[in-house]
Nanobody, 123 residues
Framework: QVQLVESGGGLVQAGGSLRVSCAAS????????MGWFRQAPGKEREFVCA????????YYADSVKGRFTISRDSAKNTVYLQMNTLKPEDTAVYYC????????????????WGQGTQVTVSS
C-alpha cells in the first residue's frame, strides 16, 4: 500500500481559492490512480475527483466541475486539488485516496487513504 498525507486545508471566504496537497510514499506513485473525496458533518462521504495513473484522464463530480482541478506531479509524488470559487457547501474534510484502478476510485473503492484535511468556507 501507499501512505498518503494531506495538507493545505484551512478557512477561506466564499468565492476564494485554496489548494490542498497529498504526498504519497511507500510504493511507486505512478502505479496508482489518485482521487479526492470529502465528507461534511452528518453527510455521507462523496467523490470529488480522480486522476488516472498517467495523469491523462481526469474525472469530476458535477458539483465541482469547472471550479476544481486535480493534478499530479510524479517528480514530487504529490497530487493536488486546486479549488476555486469556493462555496459554503464545499466545507468538509477532504481525503486523498489511491488505488491502482481509476474506475475503482470513482466507485469509492480504494486501497489507501489519508487522514484528511479540513476545508471550511465561510459565507
Amino acid at each position: 500500500q501507499v501512505q498518503l498525507v494531506e495538507s493545505g486545508g484551512g478557512l477561506v471566504q466564499a468565492g476564494g481559492s485554496l489548494r490542498v496537497s497529498c504526498a504519497a510514499s511507500g510504493r511507486t506513485f505512478s502505479s496508482y490512480a489518485m482521487g479526492w473525496f470529502r465528507q461534511a458533518p452528518g453527510k455521507e462521504r462523496e467523490f470529488v475527483c480522480a486522476i488516472s495513473r498517467s495523469g491523462g484522464r481526469t474525472y469530476y463530480a458535477d458539483s465541482v466541475k469547472g471550479r476544481f482541478t486535480i493534478s499530479r506531479d510524479s517528480a514530487k509524488n504529490t497530487v493536488y486539488l486546486q479549488m476555486n470559487t469556493l462555496k459554503p457547501e464545499d466545507t468538509a474534510v477532504y481525503y486523498c485516496a489511491a488505488d491502482p484502478g481509476v474506475e475503482r476510485l470513482r466507485a469509492g473503492i480504494f486501497g489507501s487513504w489519508g487522514q484528511g484535511t479540513q476545508v471550511t468556507v465561510s459565507s
